[in-house]
């Protein structure tokens, strides 16, 4: 039970212009999302999160929307450099944040010069 | 250390053989996870410990997975009978126990069962 999905596997942008990776998630109880940025070899780190009383967070050329009717976040990265060629995961919580985190199955982005 | 401490970086173990891989989290972290990446997957979610709760189990993919935490601190992973579907990265992370927290990953234990 898939309960935080990321549907493309991966996405290919070019230099400068916008990338927006998407999440929709099931379980209607969770309150606090967050984005994970992973390179090879590397564990995950901390992107940028929101919680569900708001619906946009934004952190420099990062930019999450949640749409809680729909259950769908997306993260906004603009411009993309290629730099930010890595795994980004999606990952969802309740209790705004006081529980354990649900991650979805990850997006590659590429960034291309 | 400043961060998420795991060991060893790397495993090479044959079938059927018992596993320990180490965690150490960030001092003054009272939430400390495992979970796993396997080839092409996503994070699946092994277990939780929070303070002096009862841990979160629901991950653990079968019996032969087992985590303790000693003194709320250093938590220890064991797999015994290791098959090769086992074979994946285990990530640990750490996190304070406050409303919005974000978890602390470190680089991960690469675990390759032949």
């Known amino acids: 039970d898939q309960q935080v999905k990321q549907n493309s596997p991966s996405l290919s942008v070019q230099e400068g212009r916008i990338s927006i990776l998407n999440c929709d998630y099931t379980n209607s109880m969770f309150d606090y999302f967050l984005w994970y940025k992973k390179y090879p070899a590397e564990g995950p780190t901390f992107l940028i999160s929101?919680?569900?009383?708001?619906d946009k967070n934004e952190d420099g050329r990062f930019t999450v929307f949640l749409n809680k009717s729909a259950k769908h976040l997306s993260l906004h990265i603009v411009p993309s450099q290629p730099g930010d060629s890595a795994v980004y995961f999606c990952a969802a919580s309740g209790d705004f944040g006081n529980e354990k985190l649900t991650f979805g199955t990850g997006t590659r982005l590429t960034i291309i010069p | 250390g400043a961060g998420v401490s795991q060991s060893p970086s790397n495993k090479v173990t044959e079938k059927g053989k018992d596993v320990e891989l180490r965690c150490d989290p960030i001092s003054g972290h009272t939430a400390l996870y495992w979970y796993r990446q396997s080839l092409g997957q996503g994070l699946e979610f092994l277990i939780y410990?929070?303070?002096?709760?009862?841990?979160?189990k629901s991950g653990l993919p079968s019996d032969r997975f087992s985590a303790e935490r000693t003194g709320g601190s250093v938590s220890t992973l064991t797999i015994q009978r290791t098959q090769q579907e086992d074979s994946a990265v285990y990530l640990c992370a750490s996190s304070t126990w406050t409303g919005g927290n974000t978890i602390y990953f470190g680089e991960g234990s690469w675990l390759t069962v032949v």
């Open positions: 929101i919680s569900s009383i708001k």
């Open positions: 410990f929070q303070g002096n709760s009862a841990p979160d």
